[in-house]
């Protein structure tokens, strides 16, 4: 086989950049990737008139690990300590979405104490993911205190998840067909104390940004983004729903049993830095009242499907029964098989629309896992929102946008 | 399936002469290349579909009739519908026309498809590698590139691996 080659010239780059740069009235200045708020590893080549960014061009790649292309070495369930590392702030939800493609592909039930138990982490994920976000953000425009407050509440839901699946960031803890275990004795206290007292914090980040000047004054007008350009440009998540666009597929297209709560999804119109700020904060409280109902009428039950032909048998059946102890080896030496066909799931992370691919070819590896990441799509709109503003503005449009640079390169 | 979605994939299937399947409650359709501009119009003007989801590519290597799948996932907003769009390419280096013009988003996709699965996107404004470095050799998706990865050296093999081991280029 033989592969053509695409040369890469300065000719060819010549077009990504306006003809003034080339007569070297504006500026070529490279941003990134050792760059503390691009978030990540991104980098930026930016031309600039004076301090105005007249054309950006993202580079990315920077962190590509090859997941999808390792994905189809592995079984079913051993690719999927693969998915934590993909969007490393929403582990639990990257585990969602894949155990529930793996599901759909192979047709196989989940108990609904696993279900409610899904949703309480996948919720508790989206606070902390937008915690994360809220520090960096506010610490891109010069509020350093919110951060040491974020990260300091973060920490909480991190013990949370350490307390239940032994690791606080690359968890696993979700498995095709329930969980790997039931939670442990202290979780609805643990939990319950946070949700208790979360609300209260959200106010006090609200007093430290809402009506700062400062904070107003670098975020509003700043990146403003039309439906019609989310919509066309394929923007999900808060960004579009800042815009005005009520589009979240827990309320769309319900997974998990995200029918059975109460909650508003919270919608601003001007499609701002700030409005895409305004509508994170409200996510906050909207989270709070999901797992506070999830936890309310948690069944009880069994965590994992009773289906051994997915689910391997648990430890205690081992030493009496002899089907119990095929399945076990059947099923961590050679994994189940998946039907010749391929699913497509999208869940709402917290930064947009993160959808599976999953591909089977009837043996027990993935033909194809493709990773639709929302912060990939999402990425795209900086040129678009950042042309015309100040290279600070810059600054605010990217930590406003919300990305992932493990989420954007796979 | 819904009703909506059963009558646009019949009307696909007499303007386009494309098939349409089910596997567990998802529409899939299968659109032969050349159509495709012509095809994701129609859907985004005439049946509402407004956002394209996702673009990917899956290579059946080492069936080369055909060799690849290029699967589109649209999404109509405000009914609520989702459509899988399937079309299939021959041969090892295929061609394929960019939607770019219909739906901007899929520029970086299309970006993707030619790193990683090496589809020439025909008509894209900036057709570059986008997650591998520029100058990488082959395209990493495909099913016959390797996976890679360094191989255990005992004396018995160890000149024969030491052969073969990758090297920095001069």
């Not at chain 1, 391997?312 to 059946?317: A, G, L």
């Not at chain 2, 052969?163 to 280029?169: A, E, G, V, Y």
Request: with cysteine; charged share 25%.
């Amino acid at each position: 086989m033989t592969i053509q080659q695409l040369e890469i010239t300065t000719d060819e780059l010549r077009h990504l950049v306006s003809s003034r740069a080339m007569e070297g009235e504006t500026m070529l200045l490279n941003m990134g990737p050792q760059h503390p708020s691009t978030h990540g590893v991104l980098r930026l080549l930016l031309e600039l008139d004076g301090e105005t960014v007249v054309s950006c061009i993202p580079d990315v790649g920077y962190l590509h690990t090859g997941i999808e292309k390792n994905i189809e070495f592995k079984t079913y369930e051993k690719s999927e300590t693969m998915t934590d590392r993909l969007d490393y702030l929403n582990t639990m939800g990257n585990n969602l979405a894949y155990c529930l493609a793996v599901e759909k592909l192979v047709d196989l039930d989940v108990p609904e104490r696993a279900q409610a138990i899904r949703v309480i982490f996948a919720e508790l994920q989206r606070i902390s993911s937008h915690l994360v976000w809220l520090g960096t953000h506010a610490l891109d425009l010069a509020a350093m205190s919110v951060f040491f407050y974020c990260f300091n509440q973060r920490e909480r839901i991190l013990d949370i998840m350490e307390m239940c699946s032994g690791q606080r960031m690359m968890t696993t803890y979700f498995r095709p067909g329930g969980l790997w275990r039931d939670v442990p004795d202290g979780f609805e206290a643990a939990v319950r104390d946070f949700i208790d007292d979360f609300p209260r914090r959200v106010d006090e980040y609200e007093t430290l940004l809402s009506k700062n000047p400062i904070f107003l004054d670098r975020t509003k007008d700043i990146g403003v983004m039309s439906v019609e350009t989310g919509v066309a440009w394929g923007i999900t998540g808060p960004p579009l729903r800042a815009s005005g666009l009520a589009y979240d597929l827990r309320k769309d297209e319900p997974y998990s049993g995200y029918e059975q709560y109460d909650f508003d999804v919270p919608v601003a119109t001007e499609g701002d830095v700030y409005a895409r700020y305004w509508v994170r904060m409200q996510e906050f409280r909207q989270s709070l009242r999901i797992v506070h109902q999830a936890l309310e009428k948690l069944p009880k039950g069994s965590v994992r499907s009773n289906n051994r032909k997915f689910v391997p048998p648990p430890r205690s059946e081992l030493g009496t029964s002899m089907e119990a102890v095929i399945h076990h080896f059947k099923l961590w030496t050679e994994g189940f098989p998946a039907p010749r066909a391929s699913v497509y799931v999208p869940v709402e992370s917290p930064r947009g629309e993160l959808g599976v691919f999953l591909e089977g070819d009837g043996g027990p590896r993935p033909y194809r896992c493709y990773w639709r990441t929302p912060s990939f799509i999402n990425l795209q709109i900086v040129p678009l929102l950042s042309k015309g503003h100040l290279v600070a503005d810059l600054v605010a449009i990217i930590g406003s946008v919300d990305i992932v640079l493990g989420d954007v390169d796979r | 399936m819904n009703s909506a979605l059963q009558t646009i994939i019949q009307n696909l299937e007499s303007s386009f002469g494309s098939t349409g399947s089910e596997f567990r409650g998802q529409a899939s359709l299968l659109l032969p290349p050349g159509q495709i501009v012509e095809a994701t119009r129609a859907l985004r003007d005439a049946h509402g579909f407004n956002m394209l989801a996702a673009l990917s590519a899956v290579d059946y290597w080492p069936q080369h009739q055909p060799r690849f799948h290029v699967v589109y996932q649209f999404k109509n907003i405000t009914q609520k519908l989702r459509l899988e769009v399937r079309v299939p390419l021959d041969g090892d280096e295929p061609e394929l026309e960019s939607i770019c013009a219909v739906f901007p988003n899929a520029n970086w996709h299309e970006r993707e498809l030619w790193d990683m699965f090496g589809l020439r996107i025909k008509n894209h404004p900036d057709l570059r590698r986008i997650l591998m470095p520029e100058d990488w050799v082959g395209h990493p998706l495909r099913k016959d590139y390797p996976l890679g990865y360094e191989e255990v050296q005992f004396s018995f093999n160890f000149e024969e691996i030491e052969q073969r081991k990758p090297r920095p280029k001069d």
